[in-house]
């Protein structure tokens, strides 16, 4: 890979030798799938135990995948950044940007906004449940019978 690309200390090329159960990340993001505000960019959102990139050590949650082969993830959809890494072949170099300690612009391994707003639409469905069962139990304890 070139040195064109994001040349920093916090970039950081990392070959990856593709184990049998791939190479042991999941990402997110790309222009379809913005994970980061105004950044189109792939972010590693899952290492997966005893992968390939976990044996490595060096890739982390919160990094940004930059380049696959020398292949630049600049504004591409996340399904060709996915096609892209099922055909990388067995020896894999990522050029990343490594996410700083502090970096409140990225992910922090928590779920996306998506996420969060699901699980407190299920919460207050959850709760409207609950409601309208002791309304129920309410109302049959203290019926009149004539």
């Known amino acids: 890979m070139n040195g064109s690309l994001h040349s920093s200390p916090n970039v950081v ?6 184990g049998s159960s791939g190479l042991g990340f999941n990402i997110v993001g790309g222009v379809d799938q913005q994970y980061v505000m105004n950044d189109n960019g792939i972010y590693v959102s899952k290492i997966k135990e005893d992968g390939a990139a976990a044996l490595d050590g060096r890739l982390q949650e919160g990094d940004k995948i930059l380049a696959i082969n020398g292949v630049q993830l600049e504004d591409l959809m996340h399904r060709a950044t996915v096609d892209l890494f099922r055909t990388a072949g067995e020896d894999v170099e990522l050029r990343v940007l490594k996410k700083l300690p502090n970096d409140v612009n990225g992910p922090t391994g928590s779920q996306p906004e ?5 699980s407190t639409l299920e919460i207050l469905v959850a709760l409207a449940g609950v409601a309208a069962l002791g309304a129920f139990i309410y109302m049959r304890l203290h019926r009149k019978h004539f």
């Open 13 to 18: 090329d990392i070959k990856l030798k593709r």
């Open 114 to 118: 998506s996420k969060s707003s699901v």
